[in-house]
């Protein structure tokens, strides 16, 4: 059994990860979008660790909401907004493993400051905002119908 | 004071955004109040750990740019922080993490006024001692207010 201080504790990590993640991830979308243009990208990129170790952080403490309450989420019967939060968080992951794969992250080293990212990689950034956004989305709908309403 | 609070609360409005199972009441305030903390947090502790020494090679002026949205995601989140208050103000004042959320929102938010003072405003951008240590103030506090708006749900 989970002792009941692990649950909040696990939930304020779960929304530390979640900025974490959206800070670093997040300032580099809004800047190959053209936000803060005067910054270089390269040396940006080489913060996005950060945003993994928020991402694990989450990770981490997802399982244990699982682990602790199955029934919310795996039910019977399975959550449709669990499901729909997994397969947003798997389309984004997909989206930033292209991103680094495909070489557009190796063009984006290249933008120096004060120039534009090249379309290919701000349609990457638009792309991982808006299924952050989504993943979020899903996450608060998924507790909603976990309360008793 | 109190009246005029419970009045509020009991108002048609209030009681369909706390029971009406439909999304677009209590699940999109949440949505959207969860939109804004990650995007007024996140931002606001990249820069401060930029501050810190993180990423010291990345110029930091141009951060500044930043700051315009993590003002637009605070609005966000204060706007529907203040709807949820006021379904359920008399509740919300008696619960001691919702006092300790609001001190320490307050707290980050004029350290954050402080911080772009300090250190972006001066024609040459610079750190010094103190600008770290608002900076580390600034990460303790939102990481703090965080963890005090989940214990609202515990007390």
């Known amino acids: 059994m989970i002792a009941s201080w692990i649950l909040p504790v696990c939930e304020s990590l779960h929304f530390i990860g979640m900025a974490m993640l959206i800070g670093f991830a997040g300032i580099l979308d809004l800047r190959l979008l053209g936000v803060a243009k005067r910054l270089p990208v390269a040396p940006l990129q080489r913060l996005m660790p950060w945003a993994l170790l928020g991402f694990a952080l989450n990770l981490g403490t997802g399982v244990v909401f699982i682990v602790a309450n199955p029934g919310q989420y795996v039910g019977p019967p399975l959550s449709l907004s669990f499901v729909a939060k997994m397969f947003f968080i798997l389309l984004a992951c997909l989206n930033a493993f292209l991103y680094y794969v495909s070489g557009l992250k190796r063009a984006a080293d290249g933008v120096e400051a004060g120039e534009e990212a090249p379309s290919g990689a701000k349609v990457s950034a638009a792309v991982s905002l808006f299924l952050w956004v989504a993943v979020m989305y899903w996450g608060r709908v998924l507790q909603f119908f976990g309360k008793s309403f | ?155």
Request: glycine share 6%; charged share 15%.
């Open chain 2, 1 to 155: 004071m109190m009246a005029w609070l419970q009045s509020i609360e009991g108002s048609a409005w209030a009681v369909w955004l706390k029971e009406s199972p439909s999304l677009w009441g209590y699940t999109t305030l949440l949505f959207l109040h969860t939109i804004g903390l990650s995007f007024t947090v996140g931002p606001s502790v990249a820069i401060d750990m930029r501050i810190l020494g993180v990423g010291r090679r990345i110029p930091l002026a141009p951060f500044d740019a930043f700051f315009k949205v993590i003002w637009i995601a605070f609005a966000v989140s204060a706007a529907s922080g203040t709807v949820l208050f006021f379904s359920d103000a008399t509740a919300k004042l008696a619960n001691p993490a919702y006092l300790v959320k609001m001190t320490l929102v307050c707290i980050a938010a004029a350290i954050t006024i402080a911080i772009r003072r300090r250190v972006f405003r001066p024609a040459a951008v610079e750190v010094d001692a103190s600008s770290r240590y608002l900076a580390a103030a600034s990460i303790l506090c939102w990481f703090g207010a965080i963890t005090a708006g989940r214990y609202i749900a515990y007390f």
